[in-house]
């Protein structure tokens, strides 16, 4: 079995995004924050700022992403979950200038609930749908 070409690669996971639910887009979007920071820790730990900063910013960029097409209007815990995107993305920021792996992995010891119970309400509405 063959390794995927790089073309081919892009192009699955640009289908599988233009295909996916909301719900299976955020959970994405998630699943690749906690990849980031897991590998911007990896990296700051080994000393590789230029690999740290890399996933950093990634991270940043996604949760400015999940900040901004947060609809607040939609429950009222919005607003709380603004304020810790919020807080993620300072840590991330102070944490990519300053090299501390301490901040990344307090950051991603926040999202990781998170991604869970998204995951799990995402699961319960599937199930009741079908």
């Known amino acids: 079995m063959s390794t995927p070409s790089p073309a081919m690669r892009e192009r699955y996971l640009a289908d599988a995004t233009a295909t996916a639910s909301p719900?299976?887009?955020?959970l994405m979007l998630f699943d690749r924050l906690i990849l980031d920071l897991t590998r911007g820790e990896e990296a700051l730990?080994?000393?590789d700022r230029p690999e740290a900063n890399t996933h950093l910013k990634?991270?940043?960029d996604i949760v400015m992403?999940?900040?901004v097409?947060?609809?607040?209007?939609a429950w009222e815990g919005a607003k709380n979950l603004?304020?810790?995107y919020t807080f993620a993305q300072t840590e991330l920021v102070t944490a990519n200038v300053q090299g501390d792996a301490a901040k990344v992995t307090a950051v991603r010891a926040l999202m990781?609930?998170?991604r869970d119970t998204w995951r799990?309400?995402?699961m319960t509405v599937a199930a009741a749908e079908g």
Do not use: I, M, S, W
């Open 82 to 84: 603004v304020a810790l």
């Open 45 to 47: 730990n080994a000393g």
């Open 65 to 67: 992403e999940l900040h």
């Open 120 to 122: 799990e309400a995402a």
């Open 58 to 60: 990634h991270a940043q």
């Open 69 to 73: 097409t947060l609809n607040v209007d």
């Open 23 to 26: 719900a299976k887009l955020l």
């Open 112 to 114: 990781e609930p998170l």
